[in-house]
Nanobody
Framework: QVQLAESGGGLVQAGGSLRLSCAAS????????MGWFRQAPGKEHEFVAT????????RYTDSVKGRFTISRDNAKNTVYLQMGSLKPEDTAVYYC?????????????????WGQGTQVTVSS
């Protein structure tokens, strides 16, 4: 049974930082690309960042470039999202997801497995 468990969310002031973690189990982690998506209240899921299987390729949505960093540790079956210079508009539930396709994707439909999400709230 595949499980993705996010952690690290919380309440932070604008300009602050958070690091999200996503621990994977039940799959061969190193063969999956990983992604982070988010959903703000009343809005659709939005792509945030993706990383390929061995971690040497990453891609971000424009609104987080230079502020967020995705990384992974295949020995720990964990993917991370380091978030800095947080803004109130970053407030959302953040989800990690796993894709076995091309090794990375910005498209939600490419991902087979999803975590339950972790809430990030940025106050102004």
């Amino acid at each position: 049974q595949v499980q993705l468990a996010e952690s690290g969310g919380g309440l932070v002031q604008a300009g602050g930082s958070l690091r999200l973690s996503c621990a994977a189990s039940g799959l061969t982690f190193s063969t999956y690309g990983m992604g982070w998506f988010r959903q703000a209240p009343g809005k659709e899921h939005e792509f945030v960042a993706t990383i390929n299987r061995n971690g040497d390729y990453t891609r971000y949505t424009d609104s987080v470039k230079g502020r967020f960093t995705i990384s992974r540790d295949n020995a720990k079956n964990t993917v991370y999202l380091q978030m800095g210079s947080l803004k109130p508009e970053d407030t959302a539930v953040y989800y990690c997801a796993a894709t076995s396709g091309s090794g990375w994707s910005t498209q939600r439909r490419a991902y087979s497995y999803w975590g339950q999400g972790t809430q990030v709230t940025v106050s102004s």
